[in-house]
């Protein structure tokens, strides 16, 4: 019987470390797939170095503190090995994606050299003000839309608009359950936009593609005015579809035909941390009056 209680406290110990160091492979953002629980990272880490003691005592008691005992400390020694090296990346990855780390970072957007503006003030003739850097913040939506709300809260106590892009086919949401966020973020005076996956839906299949791109547009239009995409990253390359609309006539363009001096993004997690010392809000500082910045934040990382 005590052999079967300390086969499952292993068991959970391993398939817990596997699960964390998997998140970590994925930038954590892994976990956002089932349930927000990066609050929880470091808990789960001590807890399954507490069923690995648990597991050594009980190896202790059914063996007598007798040989073979060597298996006890053995085991503990890999799980205290395990937990202490998973708890500096832990600690690097929350000092990067902190919410205060982004909050510090739109206070430096109100400063006055900054001009912050919604993708819809873009002017594509490039006559804008030449004594300020303009600032285009955006969100693609691809998981969370808890984490997007915690952003938007930020960005309304800072004073501080974006403009949001939403998919109809997230894997965390129902696009059912935006449609309430998406017009609450226009009442605060955000922008909306339409993050597309239609190479995806259609696997691949442009003709369908199109066509779906139409349809999709026109079912975000029933609920708020749409003029700007981006498309949405995975295996069917996506941006591969957008040559192809026909922009004229469905009125809309893409984040990604911006001219643009700078453009800082967190996607793929990594690009967060370019080399010891350097956050890739750093960039900001290379800016010029008279520059463009487009920058791109996912909530999905950010707690």
Do not use: C
Request: aromatic share 16%.
């Amino acid at each position: 019987m005590l052999w079967i209680i300390v086969a499952i406290l292993l068991g959970i110990s391993l398939l817990t470390w596997i699960f964390l160091i998997f998140s970590l492979i994925q930038e954590n953002r892994y976990a956002t797939l089932f349930i927000d629980m990066l609050p929880f990272y470091q808990p789960l880490n001590f807890f399954a170095l507490l069923s690995v003691v648990i597991s050594s005592y009980l190896i202790l008691y059914i063996y007598e503190w007798s040989p073979p005992r060597w298996i006890a400390p053995l085991v503990l020694s890999i799980g205290i090995i395990l937990n202490l090296s998973l708890i500096y990346p832990f600690r690097r990855w929350s000092n990067y994606y902190r919410l205060s780390v982004y909050a510090g970072f739109l206070d430096e957007l109100k400063k006055e050299q900054y001009s912050v503006k919604r993708f819809s003030e873009y002017d594509h003739t490039s006559q804008l003000d030449k004594n300020k850097i303009h600032i285009f913040l955006r969100h693609d939506v691809d998981l969370s839309l808890n984490r997007l709300l915690n952003i938007i809260k930020l960005e309304i106590e800072k004073d501080i608009i974006s403009t949001s892009f939403f998919r109809l086919h997230s894997e965390k949401y129902v696009f059912e359950k935006a449609i309430p966020i998406i017009q609450y973020l226009q009442s605060e005076g955000f922008e909306i936009g339409f993050h597309y996956e239609v190479l995806s839906q259609t696997k691949g299949n442009t003709e369908e593609a199109l066509d779906l791109f139409a349809k999709e547009l026109n079912k975000l239009r029933e609920y708020i005015p749409i003029k700007v995409v981006s498309h949405h990253g995975d295996k069917y390359s996506n941006q591969k579809i957008w040559p192809l609309v026909d922009k004229t006539k469905l009125d809309v363009w893409s984040a990604y035909d911006m001219k643009k001096d700078i453009y800082i993004t967190d996607t793929g997690g990594k690009n967060m941390i370019k080399h010891p010392g350097f956050h890739i809000f750093d960039k900001l500082k290379e800016a010029k009056s008279g520059d463009v910045v487009q920058i791109l934040i996912h909530a999905d990382w950010w707690y």
